[in-house]
């Protein structure tokens, strides 16, 4: 039965109850045909009420529109392992794969109905050099037992950069209206040179500067330099070991 409906709305259907009845857990049945985990559960009280042949009835064109089950599950896929930033890429996607044109706002209105949302992406920080992270422990070990003899302070200083004025996002909003989001003033940007005390984190020496550079970095060692004893540092990421006197 699953051969004979391969290229027909119910496929997709038949597959589920398949899988299910082979014992293939829910969430892998989902993963593996692009559904997500609420339809499977629906096939399945869809086929226990209404019986094997008219579960197998094809979807309604009026509601699903030009796409069979199968292509349904073939676009699911598609969305997402592709990043797609408008529906013309998927659009031209579906083209060329199913022979179907969808128009922009046809194609929008079918990626809600299968559970997609128009939103900002997650930044996800780039994988760590873990060469890079070994070498510097093994710098920071000695460094760190030195300071808790308390013959020496080790800090860790870097810059950073606060942008102190407000930004707006996307939110979801009534159609038509704007939502107002109230804006402070002030400078845009503040920028910092610090360090903080590994083995005291409240113990924290600043430079506010407008550029960090080599004259912003001289006065912050000088301000340390006022604390007269024995010090490490680790400044962007990289360790620098210095002693007064």
């Known amino acids: 039965m699953q051969k ?21 857990p829910v969430a892998s049945i989902a993963e593996d045909l ?13 086929y226990h009420l209404q019986g094997l042949a008219t579960y197998l009835t094809a979807e309604q064109a009026r509601y699903w529109g030009l796409l069979t089950s199968a292509q349904l599950a073939h676009l699911c896929q598609e969305v997402n392992r592709t990043l797609y930033v408008d529906c013309k890429g998927i659009q031209a996607w579906l083209l060329e794969t199913c022979r179907v044109h969808y128009s922009v706002s046809g194609l929008t209105d079918l990626l809600h109905r299968l559970g997609f949302c128009y939103k900002l992406t997650t930044a996800l920080p780039c ?5 890079a992270q070994s070498t510097f422990l093994a710098n920071l070990t000695p460094l760190l037992a030195e300071a808790a003899t ?39 940007r503040v920028n910092l040179n610090a360090a903080l ?37 680790g400044l962007g990421g990289h360790l620098h070991r210095f002693c007064w006197h």
């Open 4 to 24: 004979q409906r391969r290229d027909e709305a119910g496929y997709v259907k038949v597959t589920v109850l398949l899988l299910l009845d082979k014992g293939r």
């Open 34 to 46: 692009g559904l997500d985990e609420g339809t499977v559960y629906r096939y399945v009280q869809l």
């Open 127 to 131: 994988e760590a050099n873990a060469a």
């Open 150 to 188: 308390g013959e020496a302070v080790l800090y860790y200083a870097d810059a950073a950069h606060p942008t102190h004025n407000t930004r707006c996002t996307r939110a979801w909003c009534a159609t038509g209206q704007q939502r107002a989001l109230l804006t402070v003033s002030g400078r845009e």
């Open 197 to 233: 005390n590994a083995h005291a984190p409240t113990q924290v020496h600043l430079d506010e500067t407008g550029r960090v550079d080599a004259q912003s970095t001289r006065r912050l060692y000088e301000k340390l330099e006022s604390i007269k004893k024995c010090g490490s540092m």
